[in-house]
Nanobody, 123 residues
Framework: VQLQASGGGLVQPGGSLRLSCVSDGFSYQAIGWFRQAPGKEREVISC????????NYADSVKGRFTISRDGAKNTVYLQMNGLKPEDTAVYYC???????????????????WGQGTQVTVSS
């Protein structure tokens, strides 16, 4: 089971980035995007359910970020628009095998993790 996250980089405030999370084709219940800023806990910002592509977002990114899934390419995307300096973090994707009672789940709910990709928002 492998997840590969990519697409991070340096962008100016107000800019956009699209992150990709490629899996090796294994079945999962949902994939989530997390981020971790220096000195802060890892937080789940969005997730998408495999059965119906139902998405959920943290308030901090709602309206700016969009998660989507291309099953044929085994890829989940996170389109990030209107980036702010406070979005600077290492971003991770993770997959879970079963549903969580919480809308996006938490770190412990996810079974497989990709490596992080750095997103830096700065002028």
């Amino acid at each position: 089971v492998q997840l590969q996250a990519s697409g991070g980089g340096l962008v100016q405030p107000g800019g956009s980035l699209r992150l990709s999370c490629v899996s090796d084709g294994f079945s999962y219940q949902a994939i989530g995007w997390f981020r971790q800023a220096p000195g802060k806990e890892r937080e789940v910002i969005s997730c998408i359910r495999a059965s119906d592509d139902k998405a959920n977002y943290a308030d901090s990114v709602k309206g700016r970020f969009t998660i989507s899934r291309d099953g044929a390419k085994n890829t989940v995307y996170l389109q990030m628009n209107g980036l702010k300096p406070e979005d600077t973090a290492v971003y991770y994707c993770a997959a879970r095998n079963s549903a969580s009672p919480r809308p996006r789940g938490g770190v412990k709910d996810y079974d497989y993790w990709g490596q992080g990709t750095q997103v830096t928002v700065s002028s």
